[in-house]
């Protein structure tokens, strides 16, 4: 079998380790001999969907609608290059280690058979023991990153070839184990967060600062907003609900208790006010009118004559409305509007003509242009009063969050409540949406490039993986020298 070459490509496993590498027990970590600390980028077109992944199989966040795409995580942070630096040196440490017990075997077959003592025959099991342990040792750590010297050797290169599946496993662990509705309805039990969210909200400064924060999330809201579109929206809302309710019966009840109020008494003394001042000053007006709708063919003196008559008795009768509360004409009115509220509520065909009305004022331009122009002046209300740090609308929402935080604060029952929807809430997103969470991870990390994933893995874990190595050394020298001491003493 070849080793594998380090192409860079996305999903192919890189890093053949042999011998003369920094990864494998032979490292010599001469000057130059350290990797490159950049990837390089992937060359051709492998972030498409269904394209294999290491282990030789499709990825299958790939393949599904909104998967996260690959991304081309090829560099280091300066973090990152110093704890690679760390492991390299504790696998020179590790390596040096294993040439040692190496050493000191070969030195101690030398004296065995140059005629040395029993000594000799101590250290060189206990060496040729520590030598096993710390190839077997450097064989388990190097297979999780790579094939260890270029072999492939089933169940090597662990990391990058299980990228995927490790991906989809850590989502899942993640689903089971933190995103459960008892798990989190159990720690928010446990914070508290009702007493906590009212005391934080009791400070003033917190609710200033709570206060300001929805205040620009308002005026953000309704400055992206166009307003064409929610005039259209608001248009149309307000046409459609008009047009399913029948407004009739609801004006003759309001017009039925107003007249039974007398509240409809001040218009008419209103009225006939002003109708009476404008008759007093424009009286010429009235003759001329008169004068006017006069036929031809009657003389002049008579249009006149008439025309003044009719002008002293209006006036007459507008005077005698406006002083006299009880007037026929006052009584007439209330008659009239008494039965119009009725007919309005019982009446099928004034309730059919006030409909038609209501259906052609709707559809007039003028109404649509009227609630367009509302709206706008709504807005600009708004997002003033948003902006303005002493507007009534900032004060009274301070106020307000003030006033919650205290009573959070005191008043356990409502401590029980908030405590109660925000767990309900939570469990509700964590269960509803559990798969889109841990969806998130399992193509955050299908997307991923395998050897820098690798890599970046192997630098914040690598340097107690090189322990396992020393210690692996060390235990099987020790092991290896009971083993002999042992078999010493029983063959004896």
Do not use: C
């Not at 609630?371 to 609308?393: F, G, Q, Y």
Request: hydrophobic share 40%.
């Amino acid at each position: 079998m070849e080793p594998i070459e380090r192409t860079g490509r996305r999903g192919e496993v890189s890093g053949t380790d042999t011998p003369g590498s920094t990864d494998g027990p032979g490292a010599t970590g001469a000057p130059g001999t350290p990797r490159a600390t950049t990837d390089t980028a992937p060359a051709e077109g492998t972030g498409d969907a269904g394209t294999p992944s290491a282990g030789g199989g499709r990825t299958e966040a790939r393949s599904r609608p909104g998967a996260v795409p690959h991304r081309a995580m090829t560099t280091f942070s300066p973090a990152d290059e110093e704890k690679r630096r760390g492991v390299r040196r504790m696998k020179l440490i590790a390596t040096g280690l294993l040439l040692f017990v190496a050493l000191v075997y070969v030195l101690a077959e030398w004296a065995s058979h140059a005629g040395a003592g029993a000594w000799a025959g101590y250290v060189a099991a206990a060496a040729e023991a520590g030598m096993v342990g710390a190839l077997a040792d450097w064989f388990a750590v190097t297979a999780l990153f790579r094939h260890p010297l270029g072999l492939r050797i089933p169940h090597t290169a662990i990391i990058p070839t299980k990228k995927d599946q490790l991906g989809v496993s850590l989502g899942d662990f993640v689903g089971e184990n933190f995103l459960s509705g008892d798990v989190v309805r159990e720690r928010l039990r446990s914070v508290g967060i009702g007493s906590r969210l009212g005391a934080w909200l009791a400070v003033p400064e917190h609710a200033d600062r709570v206060t300001a924060e929805l205040s620009a999330a308002l005026r953000g809201a309704l400055t992206v907003l166009r307003d064409s579109d929610v005039q259209a929206v608001v248009g149309e809302a307000i046409t459609r609900r008009a047009d399913a309710q029948e407004i009739a019966p609801g004006m003759g009840k309001m017009l039925e208790k107003i007249v039974a109020d007398g509240g409809h008494k001040k218009a008419v003394d209103v009225v006939v006010a002003r109708a009476h001042d404008w008759l007093v000053l424009h009286g010429d007006s009235v003759m001329n009118a008169v004068q006017g709708g006069a036929p031809g063919w009657t003389p002049k003196f008579v249009d006149r004559k008439v025309g003044d008559r009719v002008y002293k008795e209006l006036l007459r009768f507008v005077t005698e409305m406006r002083d006299m509360p009880a007037h026929p004409a006052r009584g007439a009115l209330d008659r009239f509007l008494t039965d119009f509220a009725s007919d309005l509520q019982s009446d099928t065909g004034t309730r059919a003509r006030i409909e038609r009305l209501k259906g052609e004022i709707l559809d007039r331009d003028e109404v649509q242009d009227l609630i367009a122009s509302a709206w706008t002046a709504v807005r600009s209300m708004i997002v003033s009063a948003a902006e303005d740090e002493r507007s009534e609308l900032r004060l009274r929402v301070r106020a307000s969050l003030l006033s919650l935080g205290a009573r959070m604060s005191a008043d356990t029952r409502l401590q029980g409540k908030v405590d109660g929807w925000l767990e309900s809430a939570a469990v509700y997103v964590v269960t509803t949406y559990r798969g889109e969470i841990t969806s998130l991870i399992t193509d955050t990390v299908a997307g991923w490039d395998a050897e820098h994933t690798t890599k970046k893995i192997e630098a914040n874990i690598g340097r107690d993986l090189q322990f396992i190595r020393i210690n692996g050394t060390v235990v099987g020298s020790l092991a290896g020298l009971a083993i002999y001491t042992v078999s010493q003493a029983i063959g004896g």
